[in-house]
């Protein structure tokens, strides 16, 4: 019996939790969503579901739609749960200070935190796209853990050199920003000198 050689697929898992500036986790589903090749795994916080109502025109169900694979917080049966389900990484975009601390003390006690903690151990990418002004030191303190154990901290800070006009630009920068650390190719935004 011949053995069958399996090439790991680019899974990418995206987590929107409670923090303002859902808009970054939905630029991400949208670019991924036109990328060949690309799957990705949803997991929305329930107050994340909220600020989507709040701070978008979007419904949560059109976010959903964004997605090939849908889950909810509480879902611990999802695939991303485990290990043993490969993926390229993780983007959480926003990232609450809550979902940092969960995170950074590896508490796992929601699916997005779990399948963050199932990337560190796992040796992938975890970005964090933290949204809090300002910091206090425990905030910073969590950073830090989270960055000990292995995750990339991007705090939604996007930069002015682009010169952008409209928020959209701003946004399409940070989420570039995102995927460069997961070194996926994008054109999202003008980079430095180009």
Same mark, same amino acid.
């Given at each position: 019996?011949?053995n !069958? /050689? +399996?090439?790991?697929?680019?899974?990418i898992?995206i987590?929107?939790?409670?923090?303002?500036g859902? !808009?970054?986790?939905i630029?991400?589903?949208?670019?991924?969503? @036109?990328?060949?090749?690309?799957e990705?795994?949803?997991?929305?916080?329930?107050? #994340?579901?909220?600020?989507i109502? %709040?701070?978008?025109?979007?419904?949560?169900?059109?976010?959903? !739609?964004? #997605?090939?694979?849908? +889950?909810?917080?509480?879902?611990?049966?999802?695939?991303?749960?485990?290990?043993?389900? *490969?993926? *390229?990484?993780?983007?959480?975009?926003? @990232?609450?200070?809550?979902?940092l #601390?969960? %995170?950074?003390?590896?508490?796992?006690? &929601?699916? $997005?935190?779990?399948? #963050?903690?199932? @990337?560190?151990?796992?040796?992938?990418?975890l970005?964090?796209?933290?949204?809090?002004?300002?910091?206090?030191?425990?905030?910073?303190?969590n &950073?830090?853990?989270?960055? *000990?154990?292995?995750?990339?901290?991007?705090?939604a800070c996007?930069?002015?050199y682009?010169?952008?006009?409209? $928020?959209?630009?701003?946004?399409d920068?940070?989420?570039?920003?995102?995927?460069?650390?997961?070194? $996926?190719?994008?054109? /999202? +935004?003008?980079?430095?000198?180009?």
């Amino acid at each position: 019996m011949v053995n !069958q /050689l +399996y090439s790991m697929n680019s899974e990418i898992i995206i987590g929107i939790s409670g923090a303002s500036g859902v !808009q970054y986790g939905i630029r991400l589903l949208e670019t991924l969503k @036109c990328m060949k090749g690309v799957e990705t795994h949803l997991v929305i916080s329930e107050s #994340a579901k909220e600020l989507i109502g %709040i701070e978008t025109e979007y419904s949560v169900r059109d976010v959903e !739609q964004l #997605a090939d694979h849908v +889950y909810g917080d509480d879902d611990f049966t999802a695939p991303i749960a485990s290990g043993s389900h *490969k993926t *390229k990484g993780m983007i959480v975009a926003p @990232c609450s200070m809550k979902t940092l #601390a969960s %995170i950074a003390v590896g508490m796992s006690d &929601m699916l $997005i935190s779990r399948a #963050a903690d199932v @990337c560190l151990k796992e040796k992938r990418p975890l970005v964090l796209m933290v949204r809090e002004t300002p910091l206090n030191l425990i905030h910073i303190e969590n &950073m830090e853990r989270a960055i *000990k154990a292995g995750a990339s901290i991007l705090p939604a800070c996007p930069a002015f050199y682009p010169k952008p006009k409209t $928020i959209d630009e701003i946004i399409d920068f940070m989420a570039g920003r995102a995927l460069d650390l997961l070194n $996926i190719e994008h054109n /999202l +935004y003008k980079r430095w000198r180009e």
